[in-house]
């Protein structure tokens, strides 16, 4: 069955850079969508970026724009988040979702997150 | 940005209860809206999408409906594994958007 495995846990150092992983499987993994959310303690799940895995276009959240890197490997199935510049308030869980179902240049206009990673925590702290 | 408002922010409720969630959005977003379940250190789980569509798996006691800004999530009968929080989610525009979330709780 279709599945997300992301990496394991990270802590990291205020100022440094952080690279998650989201391996998929069980379908075809360039005719969809792959999107990074990330939930911090207590707080509302907050969307970062896309990635088309088909054709690689990216699209950012402004509140990370210049901090968060999304890119694809079509060999590997797998779909990496690096965010940059880290600090406290990036402590969180983050999270790869499955979106859009996209066939050539077309992708649905109605969609929704119907495939999750279980997340990756990531800790920042001195 | 569109900003997703739910209400109540939580309930206690009893097995068997029937169970509303209100979602607003801030502008209208047609049916481009989606619920999710998140249990305790886990992830989501899409349970409504497109407003009123029940996802493959979701038991029936489940529904959905609303279109334009105001939207609804229903438990007809609540089970002792519906103790969770519920989310909504526009995917009209981006950035796609959540609600704070709704915690249900056992009375």
């Known amino acids: 069955q279709a599945q997300l495995v992301q990496s394991g846990a990270e802590v990291k150092k205020p100022g440094a850079s952080v690279k998650v992983s989201c391996k998929a499987s069980g379908y075809t993994f360039t005719n969809y969508v792959m999107h990074w959310v990330r939930q911090a303690p207590g707080q509302r799940l907050e969307w970062m970026g896309w990635?088309?895995?088909?054709?690689?276009?990216?699209k950012y959240s402004q509140n990370f724009q210049g901090r968060v890197t999304i890119t694809r490997d079509t060999t590997a199935t797998t779909a990496y988040m690096e965010l940059s510049s880290l600090r406290s308030e990036d402590t969180a869980v983050y999270f790869c979702?499955?979106?859009?179902?996209?066939?050539?240049?077309?992708?649905?206009?109605?969609?929704?997150?119907?495939?999750w990673g279980r997340g990756t925590l990531v800790s920042v702290s001195s | 940005d569109i900003q997703m408002t739910q209400s109540p922010s939580s309930l206690s409720a009893s097995v068997g209860d029937r169970v509303t969630i209100t979602c607003r959005a801030s502008q209208s977003i047609s049916t481009y809206l989606n619920w999710y379940q998140q249990k305790p250190g886990k992830a989501p789980n899409l349970l409504i999408h497109?407003?009123?569509g029940l996802q493959s798996g979701v038991p029936s006691r489940f529904s959905g409906s609303g279109s334009g800004t105001d939207f609804t999530l229903t438990i007809s009968s609540l089970q002792p594994e519906d103790f969770a929080t519920y989310s909504c989610q526009q995917s009209y525009s981006t950035p796609p958007t959540f609600g704070q979330g709704t915690k249900v709780e056992i009375k």
């Open positions: 497109a407003a009123s």
């Open positions: 990635i088309n895995a088909g054709n690689g276009n990216t």
């Open positions: 979702a499955r979106g859009e179902y996209c066939s050539g240049i077309t992708c649905s206009s109605y969609w929704s997150f119907d495939l």
